[in-house]
């Protein structure tokens, strides 16, 4: 029997991206803001209700929350130990302080209290959770890692405020992959602006660096993969709408239960939360023995990292160690069969979740 991959990614096939490319071919313009990055970023516009000047593509989605951090005026941001690390080496190669804190057990996510305006936020929408604004009222500085979150039910964002951004990851393993890429969404014009100088190397209008920026523009052969993913969009919600409705009966008949599955849109996951940290261990085992794909995604708290855990490897963090021991992914992806889900359900079945 052969192994079951954990994900499968698919991006847009090359029949579908090849007219664009052959724009690209008669435009000769490959990258410098070219005018399929532009139209990427107006379709985006329109998809969660914000202007157009107010969405910037990027290079990737880490590089995206590095420069939002950099160009917001606080000298400090706070961020969840239960994440993937690209948020809080975002902080820190952004240049400003970072501040971990535990999450909530139940919605995985970050609560904290606000602080002055000298203190961000950067909370994390785990696993491609709804994006709720009232969520962090109160914080004036707010830097929303979204990465996953392109599937989201919720997508008006209208109503972002000003001193906010959220981004998005357009990785191959995300909804709308188109391989590497990022979007990001400012509730200020002018911040959208500067950021864009900032992935210019700073640039704002001439060959010179006016401040400290980076190089992480995207392509022209990205943005033609992204405007094709948005092309396709109807046919990948229903693939993913299909699996989620297959590992649901699963999960129902295994006795597991997956944040994933609660989320009204879609997402690219199937994480399951096992009882105890035993039991998740059972699980692996049993899943590795029968050659079916899982990972631990977010496999232990930021703070016990080597790159964080020299300041941060002290801090308390319960609720992340916590969903870290206890939870697993499984086989996930658009096309996902039955007999692949009957697989994870037999492999399952006889594990103890005492």
């Known amino acids: 029997m052969t192994a079951l991959p954990v994900m499968h990614p698919a991006l847009p096939t090359a029949e579908a991206v090849t007219g664009y490319l052959r724009t690209m071919d008669e435009a000769r313009i490959y990258s410098n803001f070219g005018p399929m990055v532009t139209e990427l970023e107006r379709r985006y516009a329109e998809r969660f209700n914000v202007p157009a000047e107010a969405v910037v593509a990027c290079a990737n989605a880490t590089l995206g929350l590095q420069g939002a951090a950099a160009l917001s005026p606080a000298g400090t941001f706070h961020c969840p130990a239960w994440t993937f690390p690209a948020t809080p080496l975002s902080i820190v190669n952004s240049g400003k302080r970072l501040e971990f804190h535990d999450v909530d057990r139940l919605s ?3 609560d904290l209290e606000p ?9 994390v929408l785990p696993f491609g959770a709804e994006i709720e ?3 962090w009222q109160g914080w004036t500085e707010v830097v929303i890692d979204a990465a996953a979150s392109g599937g989201a039910m919720l997508r008006d964002l209208a109503a972002l405020p000003q001193t906010w951004a959220l981004a998005l990851s ?5 909804v709308l992959g188109i ?4 979007i990001v969404i400012f509730g200020d014009l002018d911040r959208a602006d500067r950021f864009r100088s900032y992935i210019s190397l700073g640039f704002a209008w001439r060959r010179e660096s006016d401040f400290m920026g980076t190089n992480a523009k995207m392509s022209e052969m990205a943005a033609a993969y992204g405007l094709a993913a948005l092309d396709g969009w109807s046919v990948e919600e229903a693939e993913w709408r299909t699996a989620r409705a297959l590992v649901a009966q699963a999960e129902e008949n295994l006795g597991l239960a997956s944040v994933c599955s609660t989320y009204p849109g879609v997402t690219p996951y199937w994480i399951v939360q096992h009882s105890t940290p035993d039991a998740a261990a059972r699980a692996v085992g049993a899943l590795d023995r029968a050659e ?14 080597g790159a964080f855990a020299h300041e941060w490897g002290a801090l308390e963090v319960p609720n992340s160690q916590w969903l870290a021991a206890t939870t697993v992914g499984l086989p996930f992806y658009r096309g996902l069969s039955t007999a692949d889900v009957d697989r994870v359900v037999s492999t399952l079945a006889g594990v103890d979740q005492s």
């Not at 079916?292 to 990292?305: A, L």
């Open 108 to 110: 995985w996510q970050i």
């Open 170 to 174: 357009l990785h191959a393993t995300k």
């Open 115 to 123: 602080r002055d305006t000298s203190h961000a936020l950067m909370p």
């Open 292 to 305: 079916v794909g899982n990972r631990r995604w977010w496999p232990i708290p930021c703070t016990r990292m």
């Open 179 to 182: 391989g590497e890429g990022g």
């Open 133 to 135: 604004l009232d969520r």
